[in-house]
């Protein structure tokens, strides 16, 4: 008796250690800092901590970053961009500097948990045409001596994040690594398992949906589809259980179909496209989440969830390229003061904004009412070329506002970036500041933040930022 209420407790402390563990397998976040308006890292670190957030993803090694990361617990994934991958590739002494400059000088009592190095991001993207596929490889060896050297092989592992458009096929089962790639795939793939490094892959129905007029809008998210895909006995209700099977059979094919899987980047803007709403991306990120927490695994790896997920993004990055198109701004599940865009359970309670975040006073620079707008053509493309304008085109949260909207949104976002400098907001007697929020419906008219330093500040040429500069004082000495 006693002791089959004994096995009892035991199965019943496995099942609760059991669902520790999945929650603790739980979801980080990517952490850019391509931004306009920066908060402070350690407003940031607050707010992964506040959000329980234990896992963040860097894209570099920026020291006030880290610093701020110094004694919090969360786990890092530090990053070297692909335009240093030459370099290290060429030089072990290189390799040294960087393993001891941005790692071993953390990896102290009360430092930084670093846990992965990302040597390179997306290297074999189809749009870089192999500039850096060479060098990935041999940037591994010396980075990975670099750290046995410093005793940390054990602790901090090396990954390379691969975009899934390094793999392809129609059906998950025949999935293979681009035939350009099949050679240095096989090395890299067999590199990371004798290192027990996992790969890690970025993941984009949304993309998939954006780039793809036939793609089957439900079989992007998480919710059912009328349009599964039929693989043999395996049936696939979403992109991106497809696209991790997909990815599974690559790696089967080259011997590694036991590697275990990190998803590097996934998720969904909010903006910039017609895509990109709160609510597709808030449908998405909940499915998500939900799919990862349930450890359901997929068809081809039932019951095993993938090791870590990185949501894309924790924050806005207004200054990044629009390249890829206008959503590129709007990744974040908070807006870039941090403030909670939809609600969103990550695995432990809904989403809370950013505490302490000091904003410039309520005030927004916008278009004059009484003042003729029809030379405002060159006024209205200087503000956007430092401001970003992205949510006024098609698709965007803004692009209902009418023509005078557009210029008061492209005058404030001006404004807001140089610190609500009054002559910034003259614009040859067009712009005027007003008390009163001009937001329309989803359209927010944003205040900037005054935290940390602003990038906003750049010295192009340019009417409006010369006088300004005069203005400031900065340029009396040369008078
Ligand atoms: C450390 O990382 C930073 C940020 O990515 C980079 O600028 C710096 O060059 C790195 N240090 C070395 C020695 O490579
Ligand atoms: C939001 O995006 C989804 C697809 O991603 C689309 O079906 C829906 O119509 C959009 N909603 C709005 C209000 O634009
Ligand atoms: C507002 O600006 C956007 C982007 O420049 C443009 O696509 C749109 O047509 C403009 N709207 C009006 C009413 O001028």
Not at 127 to 146: D, E, I, K
Not at 253 to 273: L, Q
Not at 346 to 364: E, I, M, Q, T
């Amino acid at each position: 008796m006693t002791s089959t209420l004994f096995s009892m407790i035991t199965v019943l402390l496995f099942c609760v250690f059991a669902v520790v563990e999945v929650v603790e397998s739980g979801i980080g976040v990517n952490w850019g800092t391509v931004a306009l308006h920066k908060l402070s890292p350690e407003t940031v670190v607050d707010l992964l901590k506040d959000n329980k957030i234990e896992k963040v993803k860097l894209f570099d090694a920026d020291p006030d970053v880290l610093k701020a990361l110094m004694g919090s617990g969360i786990e890092v994934m530090v990053g070297i961009p692909n335009e240093m991958l030459a370099v290290l590739s060429s030089s072990a002494s290189v390799a040294d500097l960087w393993v001891s400059q941005n790692v071993s000088r953390y990896m102290v009592k009360g430092g930084v948990n670093i846990k992965y190095v990302a040597v390179g991001n997306e290297p074999f993207l189809t749009s870089y045409s192999g500039q850096y596929q060479s060098y990935v490889f041999p940037a591994l060896t010396n980075l990975q001596q670099s750290l046995a050297k410093g005793n940390l092989a054990g602790m901090v592992k090396l990954v390379v994040p691969c975009n899934a458009d390094a793999y392809e096929s129609s059906l998950p089962s025949q999935g293979a690594f681009r035939p350009e790639l099949a050679q240095i795939m096989m090395q890299i793939v067999s590199f990371l398992s004798s290192n027990g490094s996992p790969f890690v892959v970025n993941i984009y129905p949304f993309l998939s949906l954006y780039g793809n007029s036939d793609f089957p809008q439900d079989y992007a998210f998480f919710e059912g589809t009328t349009h599964p895909v039929v693989d043999g006995p395996n049936v696939y209700y979403n992109a991106y259980d497809g696209n991790f099977d997909t990815l599974l059979a690559a790696l089967s094919k080259i011997g590694y179909g036991h590697m275990p899987i990190v998803i590097g980047e996934i998720g969904w803007p909010t903006d910039g496209a017609l895509g990109a709403n709160l609510s597709a991306a808030r449908l998405f990120n909940k499915g998500l989440v939900n799919r990862v927490l349930s450890n359901k695994g997929t068809p081809l790896r039932p019951g095993v969830p993938p090791m870590d997920v990185y949501l894309f993004s924790l924050l806005d990055e207004g200054a990044k390229s629009v390249l890829p198109g206008n959503f590129e701004r709007h990744w974040g599940i908070f807006s870039f003061d941090g403030q909670a865009k939809y609600s969103l359970n990550l695995g432990n309670g809904l989403l809370k904004n950013a505490k302490d975040v000091h904003y410039l006073p309520s005030r927004w620079c916008v278009a004059n009412p009484t003042r003729d707008l029809s030379a405002v053509a060159n006024h209205f493309k200087l503000a956007c070329s430092f401001a970003d304008c992205t949510t006024l085109n098609y698709g965007g949260s803004c692009n209902g506002i009418g023509e005078k909207g557009n210029i008061s949104y492209a005058f404030n976002g001006y404004y807001q970036l140089q610190k609500q400098n009054p002559r910034t907001c003259e614009f040859d007697g067009l712009g005027i500041v007003t008390f009163r929020d001009p937001s329309v419906g989803d359209c927010r008219f944003l205040v900037g933040v005054t935290d940390g330093k602003s990038s906003g500040f750049r010295l192009n040429s340019g009417r409006i930022v010369s006088s300004l500069i005069i203005f400031g004082g900065i340029f009396t000495v040369v008078v």
